[in-house]
Each structure stands twice: as structure tokens, then as C-alpha cells.
T-cell receptor, first 112, second 114 residues
């Protein structure tokens, strides 16, 4: 079945550091890929998405590129802020299925 | 404001006492889902609905029921809650034409069964 594997957390960075959170997936065909963010005490918010190979999703300074050859969708940000502290989830959906398959989440803490 | 509204936000109950968590969306979305979030396990789908009166099981449906009598509402029913259903629950919805745009999630319901 489909699955998503993302790097274990927690991740602790200083403000303005570079962020990478790795995400790889297993799926047949061409799933759509997503990054969701969960701020403390809140629900999940869609951060960015990509629907086909080589697409780059971007939002709020975050980027991720859909790499079919490596089945990856790594999240990056060039300069993190304290306000980016949250849990980040990589997810996929397959055409014809109403299920989002999530990774286990990576908790990011950014210190001033 | 377009949103998915869950109630209650927090609930503590006793084993065996039936409860309902409500979910309502104001975006005229066809698709709705329930997920539970547990430490180390991420989010897992409980049930989903593709439209009024159309529901199906997700990965972890045991111990839960749902109904979809109206397009906007998708309540989650625990007929006889047990401690292993202590979790954080999320309702989510999307429109038929938004398959590639992801779901909109509610703020969550933290349930504790003692």
C-alpha cells in the first residue's frame, strides 16, 4: 500500500538557519503530494502541494519539489523564524482514493 | 469565513458512555473525512464520505460510526467509548473539483476516555 516516511524529529534550529525535512513516499502511479503544518493547539493547514513530477510547491518561504526518480518531496526553507515552530506532516493522495496518507510528523522548534 | 467547525474542542468521558463529535463545513464540499492523531502514528483515516448518504470505512473504523444526512454535517459517533479511543480527532473536507488541492481541516477535538 501507499506510505510516507519522513525524518524523525524533533528538529531544533536557531533563527535564520536553513531547514530541510526529508520526506519519501511509496505509491503506484503519480500521487499528489502535500506538506501540512500544525501550529501548537491548532488543526492542520495546507502549507504547499505538488501534483506532478518536477512540480515545485511553495508558500511562506517554504519549498518542496516533487522528485519522481527518488520518490521524494523534501521540505526546505532558507531562513527559519521562531514563528515556524510547529509540527510538519508530509502526505500523499492517490487518484480515486479519498484517503490522505500521512507521515508521522516532524516537530520543529526554532530558538531566537 | 470558509471553515470546518468541530465541537467540542475538549471532551473527557467515561468508558461506555455514548458520545457524538460534530463536524460542520460551510464550503458546500462533497467530500468529508475523520482522522485520529496519535503520538508516533501520525494521522489515520477513520471514515470518509463522498456525498450525502455515501460513507465508507478508512483504516481504523472499529468502534466508530458516522452519518451524512446533510451535505454540511458529518458527525462522528462513539457508541461505547473505550480508553484506546483517547486521541485527537480531526474532521476535514474538500470539494469535488479540489482533488489536487488537499483537504481543509477543523481545529480538532481532544477526547479522553477514562
Amino acid at each position: 500500500g501507499n506510505s510516507v516516511t519522513q525524518m524523525e524529529g524533533p528538529v531544533t534550529l536557531s533563527e535564520e538557519a536553513f531547514l530541510t525535512i526529508n520526506c519519501t513516499y511509496t505509491a503506484t502511479g503519480y500521487p499528489s503530494l502535500f506538506w501540512y503544518v500544525q501550529y501548537p493547539g491548532e488543526g492542520l493547514q495546507l502549507l504547499l502541494k505538488a501534483t506532478k513530477a518536477d512540480d515545485k510547491g511553495s508558500n511562506k518561504g517554504f519549498e518542496a519539489t516533487y522528485r519522481k526518480e527518488t520518490t521524494s518531496f523534501h521540505l526546505e526553507k532558507g531562513s527559519v523564524q521562531v514563528s515556524d515552530s510547529a509540527v510538519y506532516f508530509c502526505a500523499l493522495s492517490q487518484g480515486g482514493s479519498e484517503k490522505l496518507v500521512f507521515g508521522k510528523g516532524t516537530k520543529l522548534t526554532v530558538n531566537p | 469565513e470558509a471553515q470546518v467547525t468541530q465541537n467540542p474542542r475538549y471532551l473527557i468521558t467515561v468508558t461506555g458512555k455514548k458520545l457524538t463529535v460534530t463536524c460542520s463545513q460551510n464550503m458546500n464540499h462533497e467530500y468529508m473525512s475523520w482522522y485520529r492523531q496519535d503520538p508516533g502514528l501520525g494521522l489515520r483515516q477513520i471514515y470518509y464520505s463522498m456525498n450525502v448518504e455515501v460513507t465508507d470505512k478508512g483504516d481504523v473504523p472499529e468502534g466508530y460510526k458516522v452519518s451524512r444526512k446533510e451535505k454540511r454535517n458529518f458527525p462522528l459517533i462513539l457508541e461505547s467509548p473505550s480508553p484506546n479511543q483517547t486521541s485527537l480527532y480531526f474532521c476535514a473536507s474538500r470539494g469535488r473539483r479540489e482533488a489536487n488541492y488537499g483537504y481543509t481541516f477543523g481545529s480538532g477535538t481532544r477526547l479522553t476516555v477514562v
